[in-house]
């Protein structure tokens, strides 16, 4: 409808950022960082003007310089149209031909579904990506425990042990994967097997973690039964509980409580001042795991996906 005045292009140098940030976002205060560290490239941010007025953006996030694009985490538009050139202008630029797009994600304050405005908007993005081949995927908790909440002590249920090597972490990363309630994960299975995705999510994100591997836990019985694991790290932004899951057989028994306290334990021992975390809205027992654990919702992520 709008496509007669539309212009659509990429940034074209650290002068535009400005103009990039004028539409206010979260991410906005991460952008120089992540552009200086290579998880952003200025191909990758792109812009809509219509008479030099900025009425659209879209842009890629990667973990590091030598990886393609893993995220779509910035697209604001107010119009369906306009918004379907933009991403379609830009995906043709940016993605490689005949590849599935990144999933698109979207941080929202936690009452966003109380806000009408916000819904709107919401709504307006998912049409776009939709026409475009999208679906809505999940929506999910982001948590933050802060410095100075509770870190309880153990209760001697468990032991807890670092982690022997690759081959014992893969394993117990298949055997949490039977009757996830994580999204992703479920999609994944849909196409590779339990061992598969384990060894492919170690190796894609356990692995770049440059926090001491010793800070990565195993939780037995006192027989020495592992029971569960938790994966304490720092991604390029902040300390987080990266993984955490309880053996099927041991599930429903109050274990996850005890094993989320020991990664909060090992991260709350180096004086951060916040830990983050994240799990779907529907995977009801980790939520109130967290909750009990005081980690409090600052953020709801809603995730779409061409997968």
Not at 66 to 78: E, G, Q
């Amino acid at each position: 409808m709008h496509e007669d005045h539309l212009t659509v292009r990429p940034l074209s140098g650290r002068e535009d950022l400005d103009l990039f940030r004028s539409i206010p976002y979260v991410l906005n205060k991460e952008l120089e960082g992540d552009l200086n560290a290579g998880r952003r490239r200025l191909d990758w941010l792109w812009v809509a003007l219509r008479a030099n007025r900025l009425i659209g953006r879209v842009g890629w996030w990667a973990r590091s310089p030598d990886d393609p694009p893993l995220v779509l985490d910035f697209l604001d538009v107010s119009d369906v149209d306009d918004g379907v050139r933009l991403v379609e202008t830009a995906m043709g630029a940016v993605l490689p031909a005949g590849s599935t797009p990144p999933d698109y994600i979207r941080f929202l304050p936690p009452d966003w579904a109380s806000d009408r405005a916000l819904v709107h908007d919401v709504d307006v993005r998912w049409a776009v990506l939709e026409r475009l081949g999208a679906r809505p995927l999940v929506e999910r908790l982001r948590l933050q425990w802060d410095a100075g909440g509770p870190v309880p002590e153990p209760n001697g249920r468990l032991r807890f042990r670092t982690v022997a090597d690759r081959v014992e972490l893969v394993g117990l990363m298949t055997s949490v994967l039977e009757g996830t309630l994580d999204a992703h994960s479920r999609v994944e299975l849909t196409r590779m097997t339990p061992a598969e995705q384990a060894n492919f999510q170690y190796d894609d994100e356990l692995a770049r973690y440059t926090t001491p591997r010793e800070w990565w836990r195993v939780a037995t019985m006192p027989d020495g039964t592992p029971v569960g694991f938790v994966i304490p790290a720092r991604n390029a932004y902040n300390p987080i509980i990266a993984y955490i899951g309880v053996l099927p057989a041991f599930r429903g028994k109050g274990y996850v409580d005890d094993v989320l306290a020991e990664g909060t334990r090992i991260l709350a021992a180096q004086g951060v001042p916040r830990i983050r975390a994240a799990t779907d809205v529907g995977n009801g027992p980790m939520a109130r795991a967290f909750a009990r654990a005081v980690y409090a919702t600052f953020e709801r992520q809603l995730d779409m996906t061409w997968s």
